[in-house]
């Protein structure tokens, strides 16, 4: 096998895709009906030993969508008030286009063909993240449909835990609970956890033993 050129360390390490880290905040759980209010995301890059590290930080306050739910208790959880106008929110159709948009360009930077989603439950934000875009007509979602990585679920295997907070101190993650459901600083860390995570298998020399059974 010949070594894979610089362009190409991502999309050979993950089979053409480029993990794209996403966390939002929401006023429910239900992804056809309540409001996206947050959205952040951060895109990973490899160094030249194939090592993950994080990129580049994206965000958006997102102005709930028209007849969106909105549940109280959810607002009370992350203490966002939609209609501040500090929040200096955007329409969900731009705050999508602002996210999308640098993963586009990130994806063809790295040589990959799609971006696949990374969330802490990815199963929310992933759902979440394909409802608004289906709201808003987007046809180029970057986001694989239905694939994503799961870091509680990786957490669990790695360091025993499944809550974020509790993985981080686990990992050597400063976690500040103070700042958490804030979409751009859960997005960070669970991009570092995810960098962790991959790298320490890397190190343990998991990934040579995949390579020699190509």
Same mark, same amino acid.
């Given at each position: ?15 053409? /895709?480029?993990?794209?880290? *996403?966390? !939002? ?5 239900? &992804?056809?009906? %309540?409001?996206? =209010?947050?959205?952040?995301? !951060? ?7 194939? /090592? ?5 930080? /994206?965000?958006?306050? !997102? +102005? ?25 929110? +955007? ?16 994806? $063809? &930077? ?5 971006? *696949?989603?990374?969330?802490? #439950? ?14 808003? #007509?987007? $046809? ?13 679920? =990786?957490?669990? =295997? ?5 809550? @974020? ?7 050597? +993650?400063?976690? %500040? ?7 751009? /600083? %859960? ?5 570092? @956890?995810?960098?962790? +995570?991959? #790298?320490?298998?890397? %190190? ?6 995949? =390579?020699?059974?190509?």
């Amino acid at each position: 096998m010949n070594p894979p050129t610089d362009k190409s360390l991502m999309a050979d390490r993950f089979r053409g /895709y480029l993990p794209v880290v *996403i966390d !939002v905040e929401t006023a429910g759980f239900n &992804a056809r009906t %309540d409001a996206l =209010l947050e959205i952040a995301a !951060v895109t990973l890059s490899m160094d030249e030993n194939g /090592y993950l590290i994080p990129e580049h930080t /994206y965000s958006a306050n !997102v +102005i709930p969508f028209e007849g969106a739910n909105l549940e109280q208790s959810a607002l009370a959880f992350t203490g966002i008030d939609p209609w501040n106008p500090e929040r200096q929110a +955007i329409s969900e159709a731009e705050a999508l286009e602002a996210i999308f948009k640098p993963i586009r360009k990130a994806i $063809k &930077a790295q040589g990959c063909k799609r971006a *696949i989603l990374v969330g802490h #439950n990815a199963t929310f934000d992933h759902g979440f993240v394909n409802a608004a875009a289906e709201r808003q #007509n987007i $046809k180029r979602n970057p986001f694989h449909p239905f694939s994503t990585f799961d870091t509680a679920t =990786l957490a669990g =295997l790695a360091c025993g835990q499944t809550v @974020l907070a509790k993985a981080c101190e686990v990992a050597g +993650i400063e976690f %500040d609970n103070r700042s958490a459901h804030s979409a751009v /600083y %859960d997005t960070e860390k669970t991009a570092e @956890l995810f960098c962790m +995570i991959v #790298n320490r298998w890397k %190190d343990m020399g998991g990934w040579d033993l995949v =390579l020699q059974t190509r």
